[in-house]
């Protein structure tokens, strides 16, 4: 019952603005997409720390999650509008990923300025997560690739992300994109993993100075 009132409260806050985002966003919901999520949802309220950025003063936690869902799906095809392949199934992993979790469930307000750094900062982590879990498996000798990359430690996610971002635009046609955004890695595939990632850096040692010049060429 929690969860099909939240839902409902969700699909009336999409259907007042049919924008292409909140299409997405509709028939993830009603595809049952979201419920994991939606049944932690609590009922805290946000408040502005701007005065009258929002007419009745705040914001419902079913509207600020949709303003956080929506930031998730706007960034995503802002940041890596040219992967062509499998979009909607990268797009559900991010979504579903633990680490989406920290933007969901956030209460600050994506209006405040000062949340731009930080929430950027979150995207950038749950990007990269999945990806950096399979380095750390892999079998693959990538030390010469992380130094040409200037990548000094896996953990500073900045550089990984430029690293994900060069990666993904030399494979954005290829269905094995969507084995760097999937956190269902364990012992059991690990090979299967390692196989795909190895296509994946192949096809970007071939590409990536010729990915490296559209980059500089165009607004990243």
């Known amino acids: 019952m929690f969860l099909k009132k939240k839902k409902e409260k969700i699909k009336k806050i999409l259907e007042e603005k049919y924008t292409e985002t909140n299409i997405i966003i509709y028939f993830l919901l009603i595809n049952h997409k979201l419920d994991n999520i939606i049944a932690s949802l609590d009922d ?13 003063g705040y914001l419902t936690s079913e509207e600020q999650f949709v303003e956080m869902l929506k930031y998730i799906i706007d960034t995503f095809n802002n940041e890596f509008w040219f992967i062509r392949s499998n979009r909607n199934i990268i797009l559900d992993c991010l979504i579903n990923s633990k680490e989406a979790r920290e933007i969901l469930y956030s209460k600050k307000y994506l209006g405040d300025n000062q949340y731009i750094d930080y929430f950027f900062g979150l995207f950038q982590k749950m990007m990269v ?3 950096q879990k399979i380095i750390i498996h892999s079998t693959i000798d990538m030390d010469m690739f992380l130094r040409e990359s200037h990548l000094d430690s896996l953990r500073d996610e900045k550089k990984l992300y430029a690293v994900l971002k060069l990666i993904c635009l030399c494979n954005c ?4 994109l969507i084995y760097l955004f999937d956190s269902n890695l364990d012992k059991r ?6 196989m795909q990632l ?3 850096l192949d096809r970007t040692y071939r590409l990536k100075n010729e990915a490296l010049g ?7």
């Open 44 to 56: 805290v309220i946000v408040i502005p720390e701007i005065a009258n950025t929002i007419k009745k």
């Open 129 to 131: 997560h999945s990806f």
């Open 173 to 176: 046609t290829s269905y094995q």
């Open 189 to 194: 595939n690990k090979h299967f993993y390692t």
């Open 198 to 200: 190895e296509i994946i």
């Open 214 to 220: 559209f980059m500089e060429n165009c607004y990243f």
